[in-house]
């Protein structure tokens, strides 16, 4: 993005002051529905305000942009991403996407107007991480949540999601009566830059893509493996029901299965990454008699993740009878899969062009509240930035100079934009 006004200054500033505001032992933590991530959104609508920007807090206290000729739109895009963090992890997933629409705004302001109104948006929850739900505010905001998502704890210490929305001010009754807090039909299209959480852009020397698609997935926050307990000398194998080799067989069936899959072709990522035996009970010399397990598991093709449901049960009951043990499905949390539109990945690989760079589309293995508006029937769009050491950490290493190419990329297709 040409840098004129300080776009870049404005950028590594807004960057820097949201990362020392949320500051942890590792890397940042801003957690969904806390005072952290109120604090974040806070700074944003002061800094907003003081750019000339108009504000807008919505029912689920998510923050929207615009400038002030387009606050009374009617119709408009609708760019942006999510504010809270994974705990201990990098500074520029999500926060990258609120700041492109921030940019896009000011550019706009400054000289460059755009053919169609723009707002952009900054939204709480989108990490999985604190409650095990994912995408809370799209999904609130096209009401599209469950009431089983509401019920679900937070990992610290045990409240509802419900609970920590409630307790911020947000009327969770018309989110459990699936009543969308944003009218769908008014956004034109909705468009997101983000990081890519892989290695693939650093590898091919590229600072920018477009993405094609998004992974759905779906996830079991907490699985449990009973067994019984014994002790680790007395008990021989035969007479065993032991849940952690019983899990052992369990994910080394699924492994096996995933390899085929990818064999035939077919797109399939599979992630156990929580397990445990009671921190009270288990020792060194004791058989354990329970574990509890996580499973994500992602694909582009909603059958291959009907074959891995089906597959995941029958392999449960398999293993449960060689290993004598029983296994507990908590409630599945789950996303469809989310095709960008290809009209809109078009104009952004034209947009890609026009900056000068050859144009490259990807798909995405991460999850994006672009998924969620693609999947109520909004066109959607993506832009990745490239992004060193992975996303979920604390070294996420994004440019900015490569983000205010991303940023380019965006507003040229803003500017192409013909309705």
């Known amino acids: 993005m040409t840098d004129k006004g300080g776009l870049r200054d404005e950028a590594q500033h807004l960057f820097d002051v949201i990362a020392g ?15 952290t991530e109120t604090r974040v959104l806070d700074f944003l609508r002061e800094w907003a305000q003081g750019h000339g920007l108009h504000v807008e807090k919505d029912a689920g206290h998510n923050l929207t942009f615009c400038l002030p000729r387009d606050a009374q739109a009617e119709r408009f895009v609708l760019i942006g991403s999510h504010v809270d963090s994974v705990p201990q992890g ?32 900054a939204m709480r929850g989108e990490e999985s991480a604190w409650f095990g739900p994912c995408y809370i505010a799209s999904k609130c905001l096209t009401g599209t949540m469950r009431d089983a998502e509401l019920d679900s704890l937070h990992k610290s210490d045990g409240q509802t999601l419900e609970a920590h929305m409630q307790a911020i001010g ?7 009566a699936a009543l969308p807090m944003m009218q769908t039909e008014r956004i034109i299209e909705y468009l997101e830059v983000h990081i890519e ?26 699985i449990g493996c009973i067994g019984e ?3 680790s000398g007395a008990v021989p194998r035969a007479y065993r ?10 994910l080394t069936r699924l492994d096996d299965s ?19 035996t009671d921190p009270a009970h288990h020792a060194m010399s004791r058989i354990a008699d329970r574990i509890v397990f996580s499973l994500d598991v992602r694909s582009q093709s909603d059958a291959v993740l009907d074959r891995m449901r089906a597959l995941l049960r029958e392999e449960m009951d398999q293993v449960a009878k060689d290993r004598k043990v029983r296994f507990e499905l908590d409630a599945e949390m789950a996303v469809a899969p989310a095709l960008m539109d290809d009209r809109i990945v078009a104009g952004l690989s034209d947009a ?55 940023c380019d990329i965006v507003f040229r297709h803003l500017q192409n934009a013909v309705d």
């Open 258 to 276: 995933w390899s085929t899959i990818l064999q035939k072709g077919d797109d399939l990522v599979l992630t156990c990454g929580m397990l445990r």
């Open 21 to 35: 505001m949320s500051r942890d032992t590792a890397g940042v933590s801003r957690p969904a529905f806390s005072e």
């Open 90 to 121: 990098g500074n520029f997933d999500g926060l990258a996407g609120v700041v492109a629409g921030l940019l896009c705004l000011l550019r706009a302001r400054d000289a460059e107007p755009l053919p169609r109104p723009l707002k952009a948006i």
């Open 170 to 176: 947000i009327d969770t009754a018309p989110i459990r």
């Open 352 to 406: 890609m062009g026009q900056a000068g760079l050859e144009p490259f589309v990807m798909a995405s293995g991460g999850g994006h509240d672009a998924a969620v508006f693609a999947n109520v029937g909004v066109p959607s769009g993506m832009v990745f930035v490239r992004n060193r050491n992975g996303s979920h950490n604390p070294d996420e290493a994004m440019d900015t100079g490569d983000f205010l190419i991303a």
């Open 229 to 231: 307990a014994g002790h």
């Open 197 to 222: 959480q892989g290695p693939l852009l650093v590898n091919k020397k590229l600072p920018a893509a477009v993405v094609s698609g998004i992974r759905g997935n779906f996830r079991h926050r907490a």
């Open 241 to 250: 029901r032991d849940p952690v080799l019983a899990l052992a067989d369990l």
